[in-house]
T-cell receptor, first 112, second 110 residues
Framework: DGGITQSPKYLFRKEGQNVTLSCEQN?????MYWYRQDPGQGLRLIYY???????QKGDIAEGYSVSREKKESFPLTVTSAQKNPTAFYLC???????????FGSGTRLTVV | KNEVEQSPQNLTAQEGEFITINCSYS?????LHWLQQHPGGGIVSLFM???GKKKHGRLIATINIQEKHSSLHITASHPRDSAVYIC????????????FGKGTHLIIQP
């Protein structure tokens, strides 16, 4: 079945370490997105990519980096520059020009 | 930038009650989404609307483009409907992401 796979589901890291979250889709969707969710807040856009080897900053890109070397994959690196990295991270994808989005199951990152 | 407001933030009801969750947005949109998030965090898409009304089982979603308002209704609510319901707008034609409301935390008591 087609879908989005995020791994791992739970991730613990020490403060000051970079960590990379995986997002893979087999839907042949053009666009991929990373969102962050904090308690009591709506999901906020970190980065998105509409095409391979290109990506744009979202509303809260500081302290994060991404790459889009393959259409299927859009990994997110949470760098040590991100002041409050503990959060729930959600990956999504869409076909440009249509309005349907598919969501992953998320990764809960805890930095101690 | 579009603002998406949901109400209520929290809602507790008894099994069988009719539930309404409201969503308003500030500028024109291409489509409006209703999503469901369970405690594990994964999100499921319930509806995508650009006009009118959609129904799926006990769930009904409506949108009024002129008033920039949408509602999600649950008929004959059941404890398994307990979840966070999120409204999100797409003003970019499926190309640059969604703007999300903060969600409505619904608890249905038996």
């Amino acid at each position: 079945d087609g879908g989005i796979t995020q791994s791992p589901k739970y991730l613990f890291r020490k403060e000051g370490q970079n960590v990379t979250l995986s997002c893979e889709q087999n839907l042949n969707h053009d666009a991929m997105y990373w969102y962050r969710q904090d308690p009591g807040q709506g999901l906020r856009l970190i980065y998105y990519s509409q095409i391979v080897n290109d990506f744009q900053k979202g509303d809260i890109a500081e302290g994060y980096s991404v790459s889009r070397e393959k259409k299927e994959s859009f990994p997110l690196t949470v760098t040590s520059a991100q002041k409050n990295p503990t959060a729930f991270y959600l990956c999504a994808s869409s076909i440009i020009g249509y309005y349907g989005y598919t969501f992953g199951s998320g990764t809960r990152l805890t930095v101690v | 930038k579009n603002e998406v407001e949901q109400s209520p933030q929290n809602l507790t009801a008894q099994e069988g009650e009719f539930i309404t969750i409201n969503c308003s947005y500030s500028v024109g949109i291409s489509a409006l989404h209703w999503l469901q998030q369970h405690p594990g965090g994964g999100i499921v898409s319930l509806f995508m609307l650009s006009s009118g009304k959609k129904k799926h089982g006990r769930l009904i979603a409506t949108i009024n483009i002129q008033e920039k308002h949408s509602s999600l209704h649950i008929t004959a609510s059941h404890p398994r409907d307990s979840a966070v319901y999120i409204c999100a707008e797409d003003s970019g034609g499926g190309a640059d992401g969604l703007t999300f409301g903060k969600g409505t935390h619904l608890i249905i008591q038996p």
